[in-house]
């Protein structure tokens, strides 16, 4: 995906990229420490008040649910305003933007799919786990990328995001189809009504945001009862938030999804993802054996995200740019497009979330999985970090001879 210079048109976009990766990467710091954190206090003697404030339960859902049910709602809400505004009206807006993210991003969930079967394929009730190594953490990644500075090309870093974002749909999908317990026709019908009055709000050019939160809150209720998982209901409400303002001479940044996604950037990227990372990446590490580290399960989903990782984002970029589809990131080295890919290895929010939805219900397997995916994804960030940090910068590959890539 080359960006040269005149094709960022706004001063604007720039300004929202900038603060984009500036929160994002922040929170992915965070995200780091909370994460050593969350293990430290489950292996003290602080986890059974740990794991014991977890299970409490409060109005009908534990602390836990209320985590992974409302809270991560919000940031699937925030993760549907980004696709929308990029597919629309952003990085993703154009066919020849969106090939080379968007290639990436399959390969980088396909092959760590195929790696984990292949390593579980004789345990049929692991199976279900496919999707787990299939997800980019991409505060995480930004994370990484911001400790680099300016080793790493700012169109590597616009790379990254905009492939973990169809990263994220893709998984958004996934969970919709493949993720779902018993349905309720009549919840969904509830569901439906309304989605239905958050689509006439927008025909009706409502701006406000307070009439689309209120009926989201209580769309989130239905979808929780319907048997879809309740954080698609972000998704369905942020796909209805219009995009432009109106009326047209308003300023593009008054529009209600440029507000919106404004407004929760920072509650994300510093509260909701921090949380989830505390309440979930703990795990006991008590009597953990290597024959425990190398079972199925933990081993499938490690292998899966750090080898099939970086095998599909860098073998499907490769072959894109090769066969002269798509053009290399500007100012970006082949090792340095590697480094990337490594990096595209660090599953962690994501994985953990489709962890819970695979073996909900088994904490052995919850366990396993959390093992596997800490252990897939600081492979992946140690190796993308060692590497960006050693990668050559003084020969960048050209985008107009896509043969010097090979």
């Known amino acids: 995906m080359s960006m040269p210079t005149s094709d960022l048109r ?10 984009f990766f500036d929160s994002e990467a922040s929170g992915g710091i965070i995200l780091m420490g909370v994460t050593i954190i969350a293990l430290v206090i489950a292996n003290s003697p602080l986890a059974d008040a ?44 154009t066919w020849p933007r969106r090939i080379l993210p968007g290639v990436a991003a399959l390969g980088g969930m396909v092959v760590p799919a195929l790696v984990y079967l292949a390593i579980t394929w004789d345990e049929p009730h692991l199976r279900q786990g496919w999707a787990i190594p299939a997800a980019t953490d991409i505060a995480f990644a930004l994370g990484v990328l911001a400790i680099l500075g300016s080793r790493v090309p700012t169109s590597l870093k616009i790379f990254l995001t905009a492939l973990a974002i169809l990263d994220d749909l893709g998984a958004i999908i996934i969970i919709a189809l493949f ?9 969904l019908g509830a569901a439906g ?28 209720f239905f979808v929780l009862k319907s048997g879809i998982h309740a954080t698609l209901a972000g998704v369905a409400l942020a796909l209805t938030i219009p995009l432009h303002a109106k009326p047209k001479e308003t300023r593009a940044e008054d529009a209600p999804l440029h507000r919106l996604e404004h407004a929760l950037h920072s509650p994300v990227a510093f509260g909701i993802i921090p949380i989830f990372g505390l309440a979930n990446a703990g795990v006991s590490l008590s009597g953990l054996s290597l024959d425990a580290i190398l079972s199925p399960l933990p081993l499938g989903i490690a292998m899966g995200l750090f080898i099939g990782k970086q095998i599909g984002v860098y073998g499907f970029t490769h072959a ?36 819970a939805l695979a073996f909900p219900g088994q904490p052995e397997l919850g366990d396993a999985t959390k093992i596997g995916v ?24 050209k985008p107009s001879r896509p043969a010097a890539y090979n």
């Open 10 to 19: 706004p001063t604007r976009r720039i300004s929202l990229m900038r603060k």
């Open 50 to 93: 740990y794991f014991g404030l977890l299970k409490t339960y409060v109005f009908g859902l534990s602390v836990l649910h209320w985590i992974n049910d409302a809270l991560m709602a919000v940031f699937f809400l925030l993760v549907g305003l980004e696709i929308k505004r990029e597919m629309l009206d952003g990085q993703l807006s």
């Open 179 to 187: 993720y779902t317990s018993d349905l309720s026709v009549a919840m």
């Open 193 to 220: 009504i309304c989605l239905l009055v958050l689509i006439a709000f927008n025909r009706f050019n409502v701006t406000a945001l307070l009439p689309y939160l209120a009926v989201g809150a209580v769309l989130w």
């Open 320 to 355: 894109v740019i090769h066969f002269g589809l798509a053009d290399v990131p500007a100012g970006a080295t082949r090792t340095q497009c590697y480094g990337v890919a490594l990096l595209c290895g660090i599953g962690f929010t994501m994985s953990l979330f489709i962890g």
């Open 374 to 397: 800490l252990m897939g994804s600081m492979l992946s960030a140690i190796a993308g970090f060692l590497l960006l940090s050693i990668a050559p910068r003084e020969i960048p590959l």
